[in-house]
């Protein structure tokens, strides 16, 4: 789980937007990303974000 504080703080590489965590991953709505936590260590890199689908 990533700290509160520093999810605060965090936001999309792509899309300047906030992130919110889900399981192992944080989630970027507006850019439709989901960048891995490996290790307890946030992926920020644009590269190794998944694509998702976007909610209706």
Do not use: F, N, T, W
């Amino acid at each position: 789980m990533i700290d509160k504080a520093l999810l605060k703080m965090l936001v999309c590489p792509e899309s300047k937007a906030p992130l919110k965590q889900v399981g192992e991953e944080l989630i970027c709505e507006k850019s439709q990303l989901a960048y891995p936590i490996q290790d307890g260590i946030p992926v920020l890199l644009v590269e190794e974000a998944r694509k998702i689908k976007p909610k209706k």
